[in-house]
C-alpha cells in the first residue's frame, strides 16, 4: 500500500513538473507556425504514420549547424550508449569526435576494402540458395553480411553472422532494440519512472548487460594486445598481416580513453553503423529490381570496370562506379533510412523561412524524408526515381542542406564515407552476379529507422555470363 501511494506521488509530481515546463515552453513558442495535434498525444501522430512536409532546407541549415545537442529523446539510449559519441553531451562530443575523426578518414577506412570484398562474396554466395523463383526479404541476408563487416572492422573481431547468425549477443542486441523502438513511440512507456514498473525494464536491462559484458572482453583483450606491443603503431599492420580495427586505432590517443569510453564508442558506431547500411543497400535492391533500365545501366558500368573478372571492388573500381553512386543517392533520397533528426535547441535561434525565434530549451524536429519528397526543393515528382538528378549539372543550384540521409553540419555521420565504401562495393558484387526483380516497396512505417511494412522483397536469378 505504502508503495502504490509512493509510486503514485511520484507520478503526480512527475506530471505537475512536466505540466509547468510544457505551459512555459507553450508560451515561449506561441508565434511558431503549429502543426496539427491530437488530444493527448499531440503530435506524437507524426510519429507513427504518414509523414507530413515540415521540412526546409534552410531552416534545416540553421537549426544542425547551430544546435549539436541531441534531443532529450535520445536519452532512451544513454542506458545502452552511455556517453558514446552518437548520444554524448556536446560539451564532451566535441573533444572526443577531434580524436575519431582521422580514424574515418577515408584513407584509412579504404583499407578495409579487403574485408568488405570478403564479406560480399560470402553474401553472393549464400544468396546462392534463393535463386528458386521465390520472393524474399533480401534484408535479413544483407544485415548478416553488413555485422560481419561493420564488427571486424570496428572490433577486429570475426563474428561470422552470415554462417551463424543465433548467438547470445545478437539476440540480446535485437530485444534492446525492440524495447526502445516500441518506448520511442509509445508515449505511456516514455516517463522513466512508468517504464521502470513495467517487464521492459528488467528485460532492457539484462540484454543490455549481455551486450556491454561482450564489447568489454574485446576492448580488455584489444588493450591487453596494444600494451603487449603487439600494435604499437596505427599506420603500421599487424605482425599476423592484419588490420587494426577502429578500436586499436583508439589506444595511446591525445586523449587517453578509458575501457568504458571505448565500449561506448565502439558500442555507437556498431549500431548507428550496421542497420543504416544494410537499409540502404536494401532499399537499392528492391528499386533496382523494379527499374530494369537503371539495373542494366549499373550493369554496363560494372562490364566496364571489371570486364568478366570476378573479384572485390578496389578503391579505383569504386572511384569509377558514377552512375551506382547515383542511384544510390537517389534511393537514399527516396527511403532515407534515419528520417527524422532531432536536435535540442541549446540557445535562441531565428528560422528564416517562417521569421520566428526558436526558443532555448525547446526541441526541433528535422524532417530528413520530408525535404526529400519537397517539390519546393526536387521539383514537380519527386515521388519519380531519377538518378540523374545528382548529375553534378542538376545539382549545383540546390540547397547544401535538401539532401540529408547523413545529417548536415559537424555533428553529421562520421561513418559517411565508410558506409559509402561498403554500400557500392556490396552493390557491385551482387548486381554482377544476379539479375533482380522487385515489384514494389509498398507502405513505409518509422521505427527508429524507415523500414517498409512488406519487407524488402526481391527475386534473384544467376547471370548467365
Ligand atoms: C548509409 C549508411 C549510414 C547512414 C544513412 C547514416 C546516417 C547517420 C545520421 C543521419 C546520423 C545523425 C543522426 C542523428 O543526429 O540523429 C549519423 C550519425 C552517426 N553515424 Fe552514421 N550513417 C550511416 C553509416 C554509418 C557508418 C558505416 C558508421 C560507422 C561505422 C556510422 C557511425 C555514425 C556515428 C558514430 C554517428 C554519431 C556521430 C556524432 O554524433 O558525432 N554511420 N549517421
Not at 177 to 194: H, T
Request: charged content about 25%; hydrophobic content about 40%; some cysteine.
Amino acid at each position: 500500500m505504502i508503495i502504490l501511494a509512493l509510486v503514485f506521488l511520484v507520478v503526480c509530481i512527475s506530471w505537475a513538473h512536466w505540466l509547468a515546463h510544457a505551459h512555459r515552453m507553450d508560451r515561449r513558442t506561441a508565434s511558431l507556425p503549429a502543426l496539427p495535434t491530437l488530444p493527448l498525444i499531440g503530435n506524437g501522430s507524426l510519429f507513427m504514420g504518414d509523414t507530413e512536409p515540415i521540412g526546409d532546407p534552410r531552416d534545416a541549415q540553421v537549426v544542425l549547424e547551430n544546435c549539436l545537442d541531441k534531443d532529450v529523446v535520445y536519452r532512451f539510449l544513454r542506458p545502452w550508449l552511455g556517453h558514446g559519441l552518437f548520444v554524448a553531451p556536446v560539451n564532451l562530443w566535441k573533444t572526443h569526435r577531434k580524436v575519431l575523426l582521422p580514424v574515418f578518414h577515408n584513407k584509412i577506412v579504404e583499407e578495409y576494402l579487403g574485408v568488405i570484398a570478403e564479406q560480399a562474396d560470402v553474401l553472393v554466395e549464400r544468396l546462392e540458395e534463393k535463386t528458386n523463383g521465390k520472393s524474399f526479404d533480401v534484408l535479413k541476408h544483407v544485415t548478416a553480411c553488413t555485422l560481419d563487416i561493420v564488427f571486424e572492422t570496428a572490433m577486429g573481431e570475426r563474428m561470422d553472422v552470415q554462417h551463424s547468425p543465433d548467438t547470445p549477443y545478437l539476440r540480446a542486441r535485437h530485444t534492446v532494440m525492440e524495447i526502445l523502438n516500441k518506448r520511442l513511440f509509445k508515449v505511456w512507456l516514455q516517463p522513466d519512472c512508468l517504464f521502470n514498473l513495467t517487464r521492459y525494464a528488467r528485460q532492457q536491462k539484462d540484454n543490455i548487460h549481455v551486450t556491454h559484458q561482450f564489447t568489454d572482453e574485446v576492448v580488455q583483450k584489444r588493450r591487453l594486445a596494444y600494451e603487449n606491443k603487439n600494435i604499437k603503431n596505427e599506420t603500421k599492420k599487424q605482425p599476423e598481416g592484419k588490420l587494426p580495427a577502429v578500436l586499436d586505432l583508439l589506444f595511446g590517443r591525445e586523449i587517453e580513453f578509458t575501457n568504458v569510453q571505448l565500449r561506448e564508442h565502439i558500442d555507437s558506431i556498431t549500431i548507428a553503423g550496421n542497420d543504416t547500411t544494410a537499409l540502404v543497400i536494401a532499399y537499392t535492391l528492391v528499386l533496382l529490381g523494379i527499374h530494369q533500365d537503371a539495373q542494366e545501366k549499373v550493369l554496363q558500368e560494372q562490364q566496364q570496370i571489371f570486364g568478366t573478372e570476378k573479384r572485390g571492388s578496389t578503391k579505383e573500381d569504386l572511384l569509377k562506379m558514377n552512375y551506382l553512386e547515383r542511384v544510390i543517392k537517389e534511393s537514399m533520397r527516396l527511403y532515407t533510412v534515419v528520417p527524422i533528426i532531432a536536435r535540442n535547441i541549446d540557445k535562441d535561434i531565428y528560422l528564416p523561412t517562417c521569421g520566428v525565434t526558436m526558443p532555448a530549451g525547446s526541441g526541433a524536429v528535422i524532417g530528413a524524408f520530408a525535404i526529400h519528397r519537397s517539390t519546393a526543393v526536387w521539383g514537380p515528382n519527386p515521388d519519380e526515381f531519377d538518378p540523374d538528378r545528382f548529375l553534378p549539372e542538376r545539382s549545383h543550384d540546390r540547397h547544401p542542406a535538401a539532401f540529408l540521409p547523413f545529417s548536415y553540419g559537424s555533428r553529421n555521420c562520421i561513418g559517411r564515407n565508410f558506409g559509402m565504401l561498403i554500400i557500392k562495393s556490396i552493390l557491385s558484387s551482387v548486381v554482377r552476379s544476379y539479375k533482380i526483380e522487385a515489384d514494389d516497396i509498398g507502405p513505409l512505417k518509422i521505427e527508429m529507422l524507415l523500414f517498409p511494412k512488406n519487407g524488402h522483397q526481391i527475386k534473384i536469378s544467376r547471370r548467365t555470363s
